[in-house]
């Protein structure tokens, strides 16, 4: 932890120096971009530190202490006794400002969840608004939090002392924090996708942004693949790369890391496309806002188009090649989620009927190969492929890539990940025996989920759920319950009271639902109601447009490939469970609402989808989630209870808790 602190002392040394080396000594160690203003600012709480710490010698002292998971720096961590001082500045304020205290929490929770020399230590975040005024001294004397994270306390430059020594009277005593093992624990993040793309494009590495059970992972993975890229330009090769890995293991991450490294100006120019247009756009827009917050002096729109020139959409990719027949300028492209491209049948009649280009025969795989192979030398193509995500009708799978490969493409060098061929990726047997420089690697597949760090077996357990495997999936949920809680309601008010009460901070909370479940409008959600996704996202816990006030729901298409801290999933009738027999002896139905009516999904694929759905759903939560399920409605032979009761009892009988 030392290392990622700009500046850290026993208390008494730092009394000794004064605030103006202090704050040359941060300037110095940020570097280039410390603005003058950042220097006032560390002069001035440094005064104050130096004023409020003589009370405190036996005390550590740190300023600007990297919080990767965020990609930013808490003003000062403080160290007395057995207690960790979070505190978080803002010179000159009159106000303490719920976002602010939010700020201050949000740290404190970082350093718990994922600085192991802070797991079971009592964390006090402050928040010092130096001219605001004084509030009376809380009560601290009992833990508010289970995890020994206490709310965010306020303060201002007059009575900061008062509260230090309040606190260190008031908390019960503990042994005294063991300071050279605090400072030389690891820091293991799981950063969200958003906190992840924004600290890549600020240049961070990406060990900085994982826990050390993933990043080794990572690491092989991004490893194996700079050095494909490198062996494709010195031996003027065309190359593709398929890149498989569990739910939430970092495919994306991998794809962003490499598109944000490369130097633009350069002929390794790479660029990021995705399908998934919701995640496009809500990854720019936050790399844009994270730009200015960061002090970015360029106008909003030019941050936008900056980071577009990082992330696109793959179907604008698409129709600009189809345009112009020239090489893109990009020699390295990575396509997430691959297997999601069309299949010729429905790219030929997309292209007909909303781009005018009769007579285009190609599936999508084969034309976005034939862009990249239009460059007379070398190129590189990485395809990301994530197991169970089918969501849409018309995708061509894996075998669409491989079957444009073999057929028109058989001289380029193809890597495959050695778990590429199983059912999870490749939706049925596929082959690379017609391709005469193909190789599987066991470096291409990312085998840890960094998803939920509270609970890398969520994935297997909803596997079994969704497969109708209750005792597997109950034996799963066993392992993590007490890390991440999943619970089950029949009233969605309480569902709602249930999701605010966990979430702390700036912990993202949002109500999702399938995109088929129609007949939850009577309950108030609306699946049909179109929202913007970055402000859903992104926005703040003030703002109603916002996933925080759980008013607005995503489906499975705003929300594939992001994730949220605590999410509420609405539970309707279209993949609902009967009871056959007996209680043990029952299976999941599919269906669709056409029209006023429910009808069976009969094919395969439509049922594979739906599957996918809600397997989509149950894996976006990091913390926990609560599922709702209607009572239904006697009245209403939509709604009707039977519909939905017997998916309430196989969820508890898949050992989700019945909320109380």
């Known amino acids: 932890m030392s290392r990622r602190a700009l500046y850290g002392a026993d208390v008494p040394v730092f009394l000794l120096d004064t605030p103006e080396n202090i704050a040359g000594a941060l300037s110095l160690n940020l570097g280039p971009s410390a603005t003058q203003e950042q220097k006032s600012a560390w002069i001035e709480q440094a005064k104050i530190l130096h004023e409020v710490l003589v009370d405190f010698t036996d005390g550590y002292i740190l300023f600007e202490v990297l919080i990767p998971r965020m990609g930013r720096r808490v003003d000062a961590v403080l160290i007395v006794k057995n207690i960790l001082f979070v505190l978080e500045f803002k010179i000159g304020a009159k106000v303490y400002f719920p976002q602010d205290l939010r700020q201050a929490h949000g740290y404190a929770l970082d350093l718990h969840h ?147 490294s490369m130097d633009l100006n350069s002929d390794e120019k790479a660029v990021f496309l995705s399908g998934n247009d919701p995640l496009v756009l809500v990854l720019r827009e936050a790399l844009a806002r994270d730009a200015k917050t960061r002090g970015s002096k360029r106008s909003k729109e030019i941050e936008l188009k900056s980071a577009e020139a990082v992330i696109q959409n793959i179907h604008k990719f698409r129709d600009t090649y189809v345009e112009h027949k020239d090489a893109p300028p990009e020699r390295v492209v990575i396509f997430d989620e ?73 001289d380029w060098d193809v890597h495959y990940s050695d778990k590429l061929t199983q059912i999870e990726y490749a939706g049925r047997d596929v082959s690379f025996n017609a391709i005469a420089f193909a190789s599987a690697q066991a470096s291409l597949h990312l085998a840890t989920s960094m998803r939920s760090f509270r609970a890398e077996k969520l994935s297997h357990m909803v596997h079994y759920l969704i497969h109708n495997q209750p005792t597997k999936a109950q034996a799963c949920y066993q392992e993590f319950k007490h890390n991440f809680p999943i619970k089950i309601t029949r009233d969605l008010a309480r569902a709602k009271a249930w999701i605010k009460a966990q979430a702390r901070a700036n912990e993202t909370k949002g109500m999702i639902a399938s995109s088929g479940a129609i007949r939850l409008k009577a309950e108030g959600i609306f699946v049909k109601n179109r929202l913007t996704t970055a402000d859903w996202f992104l926005n703040s816990q003030d703002d109603i447009r916002s996933c925080h006030f759980l008013e607005d729901v995503a489906t499975e298409f705003d929300i594939q490939g992001l994730e949220l801290d605590w999410c509420l999933v609405g539970w309707d009738a279209d993949y609902r469970y009967q009871k056959t027999h007996s209680k043990q002896d029952g299976q999941f139905e599919h269906w669709k609402f056409t029209g006023t009516n429910w009808k069976r999904r009969l094919q395969e694929e439509q049922q594979r989808y739906l599957e996918n759905a809600y397997r989509v759903l149950l894996t976006r939560a990091r913390q926990g989630m609560v599922i709702f399920v209607p009572q239904g409605e006697a009245e209403d032979a939509t709604r009707l209870p039977e519909y939905l009761n017997g998916t309430f009892e196989y969820l508890v009988g898949c050992g989700v808790e019945v909320l109380a």
């Open 114 to 260: 994922f600085h192991e020399g802070s797991h079971n230590k009592c964390i006090v975040p402050i928040l010092i608004a130096t001219q605001a005024a004084s509030k009376a001294l809380p009560n601290v004397a009992s833990t508010p939090q289970q995890d020994d994270v206490h709310a965010p306390l306020r303060a201002n430059r007059s009575n900061l002392t008062e509260l230090l020594r309040h606190c260190l009277q008031e908390i019960p005593q503990a042994p005294a924090i063991n300071l050279q093992h605090w400072l030389n624990s690891s820091y293991k993040p799981t950063p969200t996708i958003i906190e992840a793309a924004q600290a890549l494009y600020a240049n961070h590495d990406v060990s900085d942004i994982a826990r050390n059970d993933a990043r080794e992972n990572l690491y092989i993975t991004s490893n194996a693949l700079q050095d494909i890229i490198h062996q494709a330009r010195l031996h003027h090769r065309k190359t593709i790369c398929f890149v498989t890995g569990v739910p939430g293991a970092g495919k994306t991450l991998i794809g962003l890391n490499i598109a944000t």
């Open 338 to 410: 691959a297997q999601r491209a069309w299949d010729a049948e429905n790219t030929s009649k997309f292209m007909s009927t909303k781009r005018g280009q009769s007579g285009f025969s190609q599936s999508e795989p084969e034309f976005l190969i034939s862009v990249m192979d239009r460059h007379s030398d070398w190129c590189v193509i990485v395809a990301l492929i994530g197991g169970g995500q089918e969501i849409n009708t018309g995708e061509a799978g894996l075998q669409g890539w491989v079957d444009a490969l073999a057929k028109q493409f058989a």
